[in-house]
C-alpha cells in the first residue's frame, strides 16, 4: 500500500474517484475464510474484481497461494509478485502459450483451462520440456457460457483425451454457474448451491466410473460461496471473487447485508439545473460502468449514500445526471462542489475503471491500491 503525500480526508480527494473500506474488506474476507476453514472445503478466491496484491493478501490469508485470475496479465503480476498455484480461469488460446510456458517456469503450479479437444492438441503440439501442463476441465451447470455441458457425453471424452495426452496432466473439474446473480433470495441462492453441487459431483463420478482420476474439483460465484449451502462440504475447492468489495447487486440477491459493501464511487456536484429538475456529478459511465443499467431498476443502477431520495436517471462519458425518485429536486441541498458517494451496482465493473482505489478507515484516507490492468 503506497501512498506519495497522500491526502488524509476522503473529502481531499480528487473525484471522481473509487473508496475501498479497509475495515469492510478484512471483515468480507475473513468471513469468506473462516466459513471454508469450517467446511473443510479449499479457499481459492478469483483476484478479477480487485485485480491488487493488496487485496490478494487479504483474500489469500497472506499465503500468496491459490488463487483463480481472468488474465494473464492477472497471472503474470501475481506470479511476480511471489504467487503461486494460479489457475488462469477461462478456456486458453494456442496463442497464449508461449506465456503461459514463462509462467510455468516462475511457478511450480500453474493450471490452465480447457473446453475442447483442440485445446489439448495445441498442448501437445507445445511441451514445456520437463514439466507437464497442469489441465482443468471447465464444465458448464447452468451458465451457458463457456465450458461442456455437464450432462454431454463429451465430458467423459475430453477427461479420457486430457488424461491420456502427452505432455498434459489432467487435475480436474472447474465450473462458475453465473445464473446466481438472475436471483432474489437467500432460499434460492441455497438451492442452487446445492443443484449445482450435485450436479458436479455427478460429473466426477461419471469420470472416475470411466476409470480417470479427478483429484480437485470446485466451484463457485459469490452469491453460492456467501450462503454456502452444505452440500458444497464435498467439494474440494471453491472459487468467489467479488466478496472482497460485495455491492448493490449482491445485497439484492442476498448475498450481503448492506452493510458489507466496501466500495463507493466518491463524485463532486458540477451543476445545478433547476429547469430540468437535475443536479450533474463529475461522474459518468467511466467512473460508475454501465453494467446494470440494462435491468432497468426502478431506482435507477446507483444507490446514494444518506439520499435515498436521489436517482441516476442518465449518464454520458464523464457526466452523471441526477434527480429526485419524485417531486421537484431542492439544488441548495447539494451544493455545486459537494461531494456525493454512490454504492455501485457491479463492483467488478466499476473497480476495472479505476487506475487507483484509495483506500481508507472511517474518513481518513490511509493508502493507494494499484490494479493491474489490461489482457
Ligand atoms: C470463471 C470464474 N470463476 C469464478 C468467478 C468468481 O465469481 P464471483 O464474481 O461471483 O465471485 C468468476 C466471475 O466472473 C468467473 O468468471
Not at 445464473?179 to 437467500?186: E, G, P
Request: glycine fraction near 6%; aromatic fraction near 8%.
Amino acid at each position: 500500500m503506497t501512498m506519495n503525500h497522500p491526502p488524509t480526508h476522503i473529502s481531499d480527494l480528487q473525484t471522481p474517484c473509487l473508496l475501498v473500506d479497509i475495515d469492510k474488506v478484512k471483515r468480507n474476507c475473513s468471513r469468506m475464510t473462516q466459513r471454508y476453514k469450517e467446511l473443510g472445503v479449499e479457499l481459492r478466491p478469483h483476484m478479477k474484481t480487485h485485480k491488487t496484491i493488496e487485496g490478494a493478501d487479504l483474500m489469500t490469508n497472506g499465503t500468496r497461494k491459490k488463487i483463480v485470475v481472468s488474465t494473464l496479465a492477472e497471472a503474470e503480476f501475481f506470479a511476480s509478485h511471489g504467487y503461486d498455484d494460479i489457475i488462469y480461469g477461462k478456456p486458453v488460446s494456442e496463442s497464449q502459450l508461449s506465456r503461459c510456458k514463462k509462467l510455468h517456469e516462475k511457478c511450480t503450479q500453474f493450471h490452465l483451462m480447457f473446453d475442447n479437444e483442440e485445446t489439448i492438441s495445441a498442448l501437445e503440439r507445445n511441451p514445456l520440456g520437463n514439466k507437464a501442463w497442469s489441465v482443468f476441465l471447465e464444465v458448464d451447470i447452468g451458465g451457458n457460457r463457456t465450458g461442456v455441458l455437464w450432462d454431454s457425453d463429451r465430458v467423459v471424452e475430453l477427461a479420457r483425451l486430457a488424461t491420456n495426452a502427452k505432455n498434459v496432466d489432467f487435475l480436474g473439474i472447474y465450473t462458475h454457474n453465473p445464473m446466481s446473480y438472475s436471483l432474489t433470495s437467500d432460499k434460492a441462492v441455497r438451492n442452487q448451491a446445492e443443484t449445482d453441487t450435485k450436479r458436479i459431483l455427478s460429473v466426477c463420478d461419471r469420470i472416475r466410473q470411466a476409470g480417470f482420476q479427478v483429484v480437485t474439483v470446485g466451484l463457485g460465484d459469490t452469491p453460492c460461496c456467501s450462503v454456502s449451502d452444505v452440500t458444497m462440504a464435498k467439494l474440494t475447492e471453491v472459487h468467489p471473487g467479488n466478496y472482497i468489495f460485495y455491492d448493490t447487486q449482491q445485497y439484492r440477491i442476498g448475498s450481503c447485508e448492506f452493510d458489507d459493501i466496501a466500495v463507493r464511487v466518491a463524485a463532486r456536484v458540477i451543476s445545478h439545473r433547476p429547469e430540468t429538475n437535475q443536479i450533474v456529478l463529475d461522474s459518468g459511465f467511466v467512473a460508475l460502468s454501465h453494467d446494470g443499467t440494462y435491468c432497468n431498476l426502478p431506482d435507477g443502477v446507483a444507490v446514494f449514500q444518506d439520499h435515498s431520495e436521489l436517482k441516476l436517471v442518465n449518464m454520458s462519458q464523464e457526466h452523471g445526471c441526477v434527480s429526485v425518485k419524485s417531486g421537484k429536486i431542492d439544488c441548495t441541498a447539494y451544493p455545486l462542489g459537494s461531494m456525493l458517494f454512490i454504492y455501485p451496482y457491479h463492483a467488478c465493473a466499476t473497480a476495472a475503471n479505476h487506475p487507483v482505489y484509495y483506500v481508507h478507515s472511517g474518513d481518513s484516507v490511509i493508502g493507494v491500491w494499484k490494479p493491474v490492468k489490461g489482457w
